[in-house]
């Protein structure tokens, strides 16, 4: 009974999250959709949060290739400023508030989430990472 009425709590409180970013659309539902595969890889998952998502974007990490880093190594410090890739290729700032047509077509962030953290982390980022990462940008 008891966890019955926190997974109720827990689900209504996600779903609060969640619509509380706007209104809905593919972001939204590719969020949803990380949250329920989040929740499956972890019971105890109660949310994504943009600081753990600051922390991804901004951490430098050992596993990947050497001349990338970390996230801001093409995307830059500043979220809301365009980044630059490796050729010196400019990059559309990453922030939602910069650049609001950002995360729109999922199969776009799917791929390089894919090939972009496998560079940085030499692995492919979790569901849960992917949220976190996401609600940092937009939230700046
Ligand atoms: C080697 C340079 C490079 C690094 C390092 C890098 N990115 Fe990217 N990223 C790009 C490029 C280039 C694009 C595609 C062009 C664009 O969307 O403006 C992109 C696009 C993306 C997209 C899709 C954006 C959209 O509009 O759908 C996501 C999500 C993303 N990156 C996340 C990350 C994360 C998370 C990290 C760190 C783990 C990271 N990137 C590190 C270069 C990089």
Do not use: L, N, V
């Given at each position: 009974m008891h966890r019955n009425l926190t997974t109720t709590f827990l689900a209504a409180g996600l779903a609060l999250t969640l619509s509380g970013a706007?209104?809905?659309?593919p972001r939204e539902d590719q969020l949803a959709q990380y949250a329920s595969a989040a929740k499956a890889a972890n019971p105890t998952f109660s949310g994504f949060s943009a600081d753990r998502g600051k922390t991804l974007h901004t951490q430098a990490f050992a596993g990947g290739k050497p001349d990338t880093p970390?996230?801001?190594?093409?995307?830059?410090?500043?979220?809301r400023a365009p980044g630059r890739n490796l050729t010196g290729k400019a990059i559309e700032p990453v922030a939602v508030s910069s650049a609001?047509?950002?995360?729109?077509d999922p199969a776009k962030v799917e791929k390089w989430f894919k090939r972009n953290c496998t560079e940085v982390m030499g692995r492919e980022c979790s569901a849960q990472e992917k949220g976190d990462w996401l609600s940092f940008v937009a939230s700046q």
């Open positions: 706007g209104i809905a659309g970390a996230c801001t190594t093409c995307h830059g410090k500043d979220p609001p047509s950002r995360y729109t």
